[in-house]
């Protein structure tokens, strides 16, 4: 059975900075492509980024691009969500996915899904 789950998120001000982890079991996850996406209340839910197998490939949408960084651990099974410069509008509940190929850009190019963790940004 296969289990992501994320931790790290919270409250934090404007400016600051989180990291959010995602343990991943169940699954070979070295052979996995891992993503990051998110959910504001009422919204869509929408690409961050994500990292391939060897973590030498990572992808960003327009709007975290030079203030989010992905990174994995294969030994420890767990991918992180560097996040730095928070915006208000970075508020959302923040989901870890796993995929076997690519992913993509869509939520429906992924396979699993963790449970999710609330990052709220004050201003």
């Known amino acids: 059975q296969v289990q992501l789950v994320e931790s790290g998120g919270g409250l934090v001000q404007a400016g600051g900075s989180l990291r959010l982890s995602c343990a991943a079991s169940g699954l070979t996850f070295s052979s996995y492509t891992m993503g990051w996406f998110r959910q504001a209340p009422g919204k869509e839910r929408d690409f961050v980024g994500s990292i391939y197998w060897s973590g030498s490939t990572t992808y960003y949408a327009d709007s975290v691009k030079g203030r989010f960084t992905i990174s994995r651990d294969n030994a420890k099974r767990t991918v992180y969500l560097q996040m730095n410069s928070l915006k208000p509008e970075d508020t959302a509940v923040y989901y870890c996915?796993?995929?076997?190929?690519?992913?993509?850009?869509?939520?429906?190019?992924?396979?699993?899904w963790g449970q999710g963790t609330q990052v709220t940004v004050s201003s």
């Open positions: 996915a796993a995929d076997p190929a690519v992913g993509g850009l869509s939520r429906r190019g992924w396979n699993y």
